[in-house]
């Protein structure tokens, strides 16, 4: 009965309102109090019920406690020396005095506390910077003297339970005892962040992991030499580079060199896993080491770019990048299995990277099946700490990582923590504690490491990788080092960082520390030491000498899931475009038909949408009235009986936010969700759309990175509005319209933006048509404002049917959607049809050769102008639609205006001069009149006068101005065109 006397008698004096508070909850969910208490109190048992109800005045059945803030919990009072137990203080019959219950119980819950404070707080004095410089100050919570410990009580035996075990090797510690294992544990070179995780599962486990990890001897002498093998090469690499190219910048890993052994950990722990794909995204420091070290580029090809040679061979087109800023892939074995590890390319742009790299890996998942556990494929996320810190596209990346439609079962995010950016300081930096602050927005662990210890270096990255693979959550390894030179190899960073310098200058290798520790162990003699760091030198002066007449002789561009694809040829001026037939057969349109127009009898579609889908039943018997989400709709159902499968995302894209689409009916009695176009047939693909978080970059790159590991798969992102996508703006510039010229990379990616002026006022008019047409170039992307549902279904058809891949931008209406003349005849997308890149007059008009005038126009504004042009029963001017813009169809655009030989040539846009395509067509189309032999020489344009904004906010303005230029296009009432 001692225990329980022990025990019970805490819940008396101070500790009872704290106690009680805490025993409540253990009461109502065991999981929901510190470990460290459990076994406390599961010794009360019955008796102690009574006991807690007679201390606390409460009834103790499970119910919901209101937690006092910890600042406002009565602090345990010390303990006194005349109250701590003596021999022999007890009762008759070996029952202890009272005293000695009061404070034995006493002992252990203030010690508990503390340890618990340890567990949460005791990376504050963890011993982190490699530099010494970052020196810790003691924390109030961290100190054995705000528990009541003195000096006087760290020898006496503290009975701690069996939950410290694992910590302490045993149920009863001295306080000195205690205070070696966990500020060994939560105070060395290793600093954990967990206490914010609300899973008491992971908490656990990491707890667990930490506490029993005895990191330093874990390793025997060959796991240590071959850590020294991988910092040997790490080093070795960027001191040769170092050494052969004085003042080239490469951005090299020095000072962070254990990234190198960390990512191989990683790779090597999720091998052993099933992991059978990894993709990696990093910055550009470090890229060569990691490109040579983990993805294995020969160090040959990497010292003939440094050369000035290029990356591909001499028949393949395109600019390429800068050494730094490329990517490769490589199949290696580990633990006999096939393991597919690629870098994927990025630019300067900081993080731009990181959704690309996880869009990759859900594309990797589902191709393979993987769409349960999501274990097989994983991403491994490098950064600096400035950009962890600064760059919102983190965050944004992190916030999908849950997301039903954007989860990939974890990403390991590695932080090379050079503790500066460029030249500015972490104060300077960020504003909370750690550049990691941001993870714990998402519940990740944090694990931040000395990385002048590569043991624990190695350890934690170990465990990283094992939560990942246990819990498919994200989770950070911040690997605290320094830079050994500045932002590039030429920078002098003494003129902003002396004192960190001094200390850098004065500080031997990672690889020079633990070699000389691997040799004071006996891991390793000094000879051997030495001897394989010559043995890699000349290793890479083989690899230098080979460099001078090293050709690539193949891009890996067109391998794995790309196999089958070709390299377009780019389109020449003059050249007919030579559209691919993608019409469809009846019977499929029928069918995909028949799918879109019924819902099962058991579910309840609200009453709007079930009219909507009879009108779309309508449209199938007469085989009329196709509207535009109708022929969207049509594209992905014969897609996907074909085998192809479909991913649209954005912004409420399962209703669409003109509520056309309606691709996604929900049960109004349930929520129950039904898809019609995944109820076509036995064998067809299937289609996933999802709403998706409020995001345009992190998600826009996510999508991107999808349609780079699978070209097989219809992948479209839509923006709520067109100009929404300026938020994605470097997704645009440095992936869409330049990946594939840059770095060899192709993407069949499709962009939805709405456009077309309404009268809803500067963001809900323009999806800043000229800015994609501005990147255009190389035919690296195709940008489309169509007008009828037929050429948008053969446009997205398209997009799998060509053996090559490229980007589509689409202006997407948005009064279109439902306008009575913007509608196709199923007939259109039959058989023997396929994109019309110009329309010409379909209209009744005068003869050809009594046309006066000739109106090129694209996307909504030719309703408008239709619309007017048989109002005023203007017959003498005809309207030619320009579908695609880019590429550029002159081609097709001269055959339409031959007829017209002798008409005025007008451009007519809705949006500002300065905007819109005229700056882009004006000489484009003076060329294809040119060629004809057009009397006119120059078109003349017609719409908005330029303007700093993109439209008016006001309507009255809005209907004067789009009146003016339609009647000025159509040459109405003297006006001036």
């Known amino acids: 009965m001692a225990g329980i006397d022990i025990l019970a008698s805490a819940f008396s004096g101070g500790n009872a309102a704290y106690l009680a508070d805490l025993y409540a909850r253990w009461v109502e969910d065991p999981d929901s109090v510190d470990p460290s208490y459990v076994d406390l109190f599961a010794a009360l048992g019955e008796e102690g019920l009574a006991i807690a109800k007679d201390a606390s005045g409460a009834s103790w059945a499970p119910r919901h406690f209101e937690v006092e803030p910890a600042a406002a919990r009565p602090m345990p009072a010390p303990v006194k020396d005349d109250a701590a137990p003596k021999p022999g203080d007890a009762k008759a019959g070996g029952t202890p005095s009272a005293e000695a219950v009061r404070a034995a119980a006493d002992d252990s819950l203030r010690a508990m506390q503390m340890i618990r404070a340890y567990r949460v707080r005791g990376h504050l004095e963890a011993r982190l910077d490699p530099l010494g410089l970052q020196i810790p100050k003691q924390h109030a919570d961290l100190n054995p003297a705000t528990y009541g410990f003195g000096p006087d009580d760290f020898d006496r035996p503290i009975y701690l339970g069996h939950a410290m075990s694992n910590l302490l090797g045993g149920e009863t510690a001295t306080m000195r005892e205690v205070l070696a294992a966990i500020r060994h544990t939560y105070c060395g070179p290793v600093g954990v962040e967990f206490a914010h995780v609300q899973d008491p599962a992971q908490r656990d486990w990491i707890q667990e992991r930490i506490e029993g990890g005895r990191w330093r001897d874990m390793y025997s002498a060959e796991q240590k030499n071959e850590i020294l093998r991988q910092l040997t090469e790490a080093e070795g690499f960027e001191a040769f580079c170092q050494k052969r190219y004085v003042g080239t910048k490469r951005f090299g890993l020095e000072g962070g060199e254990v990234a190198i052994p960390a990512l191989q950990a990683i790779i090597d722990e999720a091998a052993h896993d099933g992991v059978r794909s990894i993709t990696i995204g990093m910055p550009h420091r470090g890229r060569l080491n990691t490109l040579a070290n983990i993805v294995r580029k020969p160090y040959t090809a990497i010292f003939s770019e440094f050369g000035g040679a290029s990356f591909k061979p001499d028949d393949v087109q395109g600019s390429g990048d800068v050494k730094y800023h490329l990517g490769t892939s490589v199949d290696v074995e580990i633990a006999g299995h096939k393991v597919h590890i690629s870098l994927q390319p990025n630019p300067s742009h900081l993080e731009a990277v990181d959704p690309v790299v996880v869009g990759k890996v859900r594309a990797y998942q589902d191709m393979s099946g993987d769409t349960a556990t999501r274990r097989s494929a994983m991403g491994i996320l490098m950064h600096g700490d400035a950009a962890f810190a600064g760059q919102g596209l983190v965050y944004e990346t992190m916030a999908m990582s849950q997301l039903i439609g954007y989860r990939t079962g974890g990403t390991i995010h590695l932080i090379v923590n050079n503790q500066i950016g460029f030249t500015t300081v972490s104060a300077h930096a960020y504003s909370g504690m750690y550049c990691t602050d941001i993870a714990k927005a998402v519940q990740s662990p944090i694990l931040h490491v000395n990385g002048d210890e590569p043991e624990a270096v190695v350890f934690c990255a170990r465990l990283c990788t094992e939560f990942r693979q246990r819990f498919a959550t994200d989770i950070v390894l911040d690997i605290v080092c320094y830079r050994r030179y500045g932002h590039n190899e030429s920078d002098e960073p003494a003129f902003t960082q002396p004192t960190m310098y001094k200390a850098i200058r004065a500080r031997p290798t990672s690889r020079t520390l633990y070699a000389e520790r691997l040799v004071r162990e006996g891991a390793i003699s000094a000879e051997d030491a030495a001897a394989q760091w010559e043995a890699f030198q000349a290793k890479l002066e083989d690899s230098f000498k080979a460099a001078k007449s090293y050709r690539p002789n193949k891009a890996d561009w067109l391998e794995g899931s790309w196999s089958g694809m070709k390299q377009p040829l780019v389109h020449q001026p003059g050249e007919n475009g030579h559209e691919e037939l993608t019409g469809v057969s009846r019977d499929v349109l029928d069918e995909v038909g028949q799918a879109l127009s019924l819902v099962p009898a058991d579910f309840d579609a609200n009453p709007k949408i079930v009219r909507q889908i009879e009108a779309k039943g309508a449209m199938f018997a007469s085989g009329q009235g196709i509207d535009w989400a109708t022929g969207e709709a049509l594209a992905f159902g014969s897609l996907m009986v074909e085998g ?238 320009l579908e695609q813009i880019y590429p550029f169809s002159d081609y097709e655009l001269g055959e339409a205006l031959k007829p017209y030989a002798n008409a005025k040539v007008i451009w007519c846009q809705e949006e500002p001069e300065n905007m819109g395509s005229w700056s882009f067509l004006d000489r484009r189309i003076e060329a294809v009149l040119a060629a004809i032999g057009h009397k006119s020489t120059r078109p003349v344009y017609v719409g908005r006068r330029g303007a700093a904004s993109p439209a008016t906010g006001l309507a009255r303005t809005h209907a004067s101005e789009q009146a003016a230029l339609v009647r000025e296009a159509l040459g109405l009432d003297g006006a001036s065109a």
């Open 644 to 881: 192809h499968r479909v991913r649209l995302s954005g912004e409420d894209c399962q209703r669409g936010t003109f509520s056309h689409r309606h691709a996604v009916l929900i049960d109004q009695s349930n929520q129950n969700e039904y898809v019609p176009l995944n109820n076509i047939g036995p064998d067809q693909a299937g289609i996933e759309i999802y709403n998706s978080l409020l995001s345009e970059f992190g998600v826009l790159g996510f999508e991107y990175g999808y349609s780079l590991a699978d070209p097989r798969t219809l992948v479209l992102w839509e923006a709520q509005f067109g100009d929404f996508a300026n938020g994605a703006q470097v997704i645009i510039d440095q992936f869409i319209a330049s990946g594939e010229t840059k770095w060899l990379r192709m993407s069949g990616l499709v962009m939805l933006l709405p456009h077309g002026y309404e009268g809803q006022g500067p963001e809900h008019s323009s999806a800043r048509l000229e800015r994609y047409l501005q990147l255009c170039a190389e035919d690296n992307m195709h940008v489309c404002n169509v007008t009828t549902p037929a050429n948008y279904f053969h446009a997205l058809r398209r997009q799998l049917k060509r053996n090559y891949r490229k980007p589509l931008i689409m202006m997407t209406p948005k009064s279109l959607l439902r306008h009575k003349l913007a509608v196709s005849a199923v007939a259109d997308m039959a058989d023997g049809t396929h994109f019309l890149p110009v329309i010409g007059e379909t209209d009744t008009i005068a003869a050809p050769e009594q046309v006066t005038r000739v109106v090129i126009c694209s996307g909504k504004v030719y309703y408008d102008l239709l619309a007017e042009r048989r109002e005023q029963k203007a017959d003498t001017v005809a309207l030619l639609r």
